[in-house]
C-alpha cells in the first residue's frame, strides 16, 4: 500500500466499508457443519437478527473485472522475485476443473518443501526447477495460475527463461503426471473433509463465488474425467491470453516484457501463428 493510499485509510473509511459491505445480508453467507438447522437459525437470529431485512446495493458496482496483462518492476534490496501470470477462469468456467488439475500438476513449494497434496518431489516445478536449480529457493504454481520465483539477483536472467520453459511445457504431460496430478487434486479435496473449519470455510466461499455447494462426489467425478487433451486445451488457453509481470528487487540483467511473453509460448499463440 503505498503513503498516499495509506494516509487515506482513517476510521470513518473503515466504518463505511462495514456499513456498505459487512452489513448488507446480500454480502452475507452463513455456513455451518456439525448442528442441526433449527439450533442455526437460532444462532444466527441472536447474531444478526438486527441487521436490515432487505438487501442494500449501495456502494456496490455491477461490474465484470477485465483482465488486462502488463508488467510491473519495484527495485528492492535482497532476493529477486518474478512472477509470470495468465488469464485463469471463473469459479462457474467448465474448465475450472481441468485448470486445478494443472496447478496440481505443477506444484512446486520451498527448496526443503518435503511433501502434501500439490507439492513436493514428484510435482513438475519441484523435480524440473527445484532439483535441477538448487541456486531457486521457492517455485510454486497456485490455483490462479501464475509462478513466483524467489532468487539471488545476479541470475534473475535465467530464472526468467527457466520459468518460461516451464510455462511454455504445461500443457505437455504424460499419462503418470496427469494421473498422479489427479490423484493429488482429489486427495487435496477429500483431506479437507477432515477438518470442520476448513469443510465450513468451504461452503460459505463457494455460496459466495458460485452461488452454489458442489458435493465433494461431484467434484471428484469431473477430476476422474480430465484427459491429457484437457490439460493441453486449457494450458493453451490461458497462454492465449497478455501475460501480466511482476519483478521486484535487483532489476540487472532482467529480461523484457516482450522476452519474456515469447520465451513463455505467449507471443505465438496470440497472433496465431502456434
Not at 449501495?58 to 519495484?74: F, S
Not at 509481470?245 to 522476452?259: C, D, F, K, R, T
Amino acid at each position: 500500500m503505498n503513503e498516499k493510499r495509506r494516509k487515506k485509510l482513517v476510521p470513518e473509511a473503515v466504518k463505511d466499508f462495514l456499513s456498505q459491505r459487512m452489513q448488507n445480508p446480500a454480502n452475507i453467507v452463513v455456513a455451518a457443519v456439525g448442528i442441526g438447522h433449527d439450533q442455526l437459525l437460532r444462532v444466527v437470529d441472536k447474531a444478526l437478527g438486527w441487521l436490515p431485512t432487505t438487501a442494500s446495493n449501495k456502494g456496490t458496482v455491477d461490474m465484470a473485472a477485465q483482465y488486462t496483462g502488463g508488467e510491473a518492476r519495484l527495485d528492492g534490496d535482497g532476493l529477486a522475485q518474478i512472477a509470470v501470470a495468465c488469464e485463469a477462469v471463473s469459479w462457474s468456467d467448465p474448465d475450472l476443473i481441468p485448470v486445478a488439475v494443472l496447478n496440481t500438476l505443477l506444484g512446486g513449494g520451498g527448496s526443503f518443501s518435503a511433501g502434501g497434496p500439490g507439492k513436493g518431489m514428484y510435482s513438475r516445478l519441484y523435480t524440473s526447477v527445484l532439483n535441477q536449480h538448487p541456486w531457486v529457493q521457492s517455485c510454486t504454481g497456485f490455483n490462479h495460475c501464475y509462478t513466483d520465483s524467489v532468487q539471488n539477483p545476479d541470475r534473475l536472467p535465467e530464472l526468467a527463461e527457466i520459468i518460461c520453459e516451464e510455462i511454455s511445457k504445461m500443457g505437455q504431460v504424460t499419462r503418470t503426471e496427469l494421473a498422479r496430478a489427479k490423484n493429488q487434486t482429489k486427495a487435496s479435496v477429500f483431506m479437507n473433509l477432515e477438518s470442520g473449519t476448513v469443510t465450513c470455510e468451504d461452503l460459505g466461499r463457494q455460496i459466495l463465488t458460485a452461488g452454489q455447494y458442489v458435493e465433494p462426489a461431484t467434484l471428484y467425478t469431473a477430476i476422474e474425467k480430465v484427459t491429457e487433451k484437457d490439460v493441453f486445451r486449457v494450458a493453451a488457453r490461458l497462454l492465449r491470453s497478455r501475460p501480466t509481470v511482476v519483478l521486484y528487487g535487483e532489476m540487472y540483467g532482467a529480461p523484457s516484457y516482450e522476452q519474456i511473453s515469447e520465451a513463455a509460448g505467449m507471443k505465438a499463440l496470440q497472433s496465431g501463428t502456434a
